[in-house]
DNA sequence: CAGGTC
DNA sequence: CCTGG
């Protein structure tokens, strides 16, 4: 499949899928390969041209968000603010994603107080333990049933402390304490406290869930990396960046 | 200590 | 607190 972007509503495949919103793409070359609902899926880019598979064009389109108007966030706020006026433009291309709910809450969840190397490790390794084997030797990320069958074998996963919350978020899933559907219908507000009730889940991978799955773009996910930069660009010392 | 949470 | 760079 091909599709054409358009300069003002760019997409930057790379930076986008380096960017830290999603863990399960590699790239080999020019090809970037990843496991998405259960497909293996395949993107390369050249310029405003970009080739896939395993994604349908609406699945694709839908993925990368590309109806979003990015331009326009930007002229709403970053234009607004002289401290951060530049970073559109240093980051032209990067997209907000739209994934998969379920996917992204563990996802997140694991993510906390770790690397990127370790979160990739983490997830790889849990989608081949009890993921649904699919194509050329990939894993689906996997249900909650199968992750709770697996449960004695997760700490071949090294997910440390996280295995306990990833246990009770995919039992909560299966007994109905969660209900993602649910959640999907929720404003940002009453998506984040539906979220923070949830063990492993606290303030900044709850605003992650919002706007890498939710569409909660009002969410703001405050890291240690963000909080750093936000204060260092509003101290008086002009430290900036 | 690291892309937090309890 | 688990794990890894």
Redesign the pocket.
């Known amino acids: 499949m091909k599709y054409i972007l358009t300069p003002k509503n760019f997409l930057d495949v790379a930076l986008t899928l380096e960017?830290?919103?999603a863990f399960r793409w590699q790239r080999h070359g020019d090809i970037w390969t990843g496991v998405v609902k259960n497909k293996v899926c395949r993107i390369v880019q050249d310029g405003l041209t970009v080739r896939f598979t395993g994604f349908t064009r609406e699945e694709f389109i839908e993925y990368f968000d590309l109806r979003l108007d990015i331009s326009e966030i930007y002229e709403n706020t970053f234009s607004t603010h002289a401290e951060i006026r530049h970073l559109p433009q240093k980051y032209n291309g990067l997209r907000i994603m739209h994934q998969d709910l379920y996917e992204c809450m563990l996802s997140f969840m694991l993510?906390?107080?770790?690397?990127?190397?370790?979160i990739k490790?983490m997830i790889a390794k849990l989608s081949e333990l009890c993921g649904e084997k699919i194509a050329g030797g990939y894993y689906a990320f996997p249900t909650p049933e199968r992750i709770l069958k697996s449960r004695e074998k997760l700490?071949t996963c090294?997910?440390?402390?996280?295995e306990r919350y990833i246990v009770e978020i995919a039992r909560r899933i299966v007994d109905g304490s969660i209900e993602l559907e649910k959640i999907k219908c929720m404003d940002y507000e009453h998506a984040v406290s539906e979220l923070?009730g949830?063990?492993?889940?606290?303030?900044?991978?709850?605003d992650?869930i919002c706007l890498f799955a939710l569409k909660h773009y009002e969410a703001f996910?405050i890291?240690?990396?963000i909080l750093d930069r936000v204060c260092r660009a509003y101290s008086s010392d002009n430290g900036f960046p």
């Open positions: 960017s830290g919103q993510a906390t107080n770790t690397s990127i190397p370790h490790s700490c090294k997910l440390g402390y996280r923070r949830v063990n492993g889940i606290g303030n900044k991978v709850s992650c996910p890291d240690r990396h």
